[in-house]
C-alpha cells in the first residue's frame, strides 16, 4: 500500500502544481476580501489538516471504508494544493522576490509535510 500512496500524492501534487499554479494561473478575487484570506481559507485549511491526521491507515478494518479513505485523501490533497497555488498566485503581484520565495517554501512545506505523513502512516502496521 506504501507505493500506492507514494505514486497517488506525488502525482496529486505534480498534475495540481502544474495545472492550477501554471496552467490555470488561478487567482482568488482581485477586491481585498479579508474574510477571505483570514477565515475562510485558514478554516478550510485547518479541517482539511486536522482530518488528514486524525485517522491510520492501520485503523481501517474494512476495504469500503479504506476506499474511502483513499478517495478523501485524494480529494483533501487536491484541495489542500488549489488553495496553496491559488493563495500563491494572488500575492504574488505584491511581493518581492524573496517574498515569492519565502511563500512558496512555506506553502509547499505544508503539503510535502501531509504527504510524508501519508506516506509513513501507510507503512505502519
Known sequence: MRLFVIIRNCMIFIFGVWFFEFHLDYRLPDENNLLLFFVAIPVVWATISQLWTSYSYSEID??????????????????????????????????????????HAVGWTVVAAMILYDIVDSGRR
Not at 474511502?68 to 488553495?83: D, E, P, Y
Not at 496553496?84 to 511563500?103: K, R, Y
Open 62 to 103: 474494512s476495504k469500503p471504508i479504506l476506499l474511502c479513505c483513499h478517495i478523501l485523501s485524494m480529494m483533501m490533497l487536491l484541495g489542500t494544493v488549489f488553495l496553496v497555488s491559488a493563495v500563491l498566485n494572488t500575492i504574488s503581484g505584491v511581493l518581492d522576490p524573496i517574498g515569492i520565495f519565502m511563500f
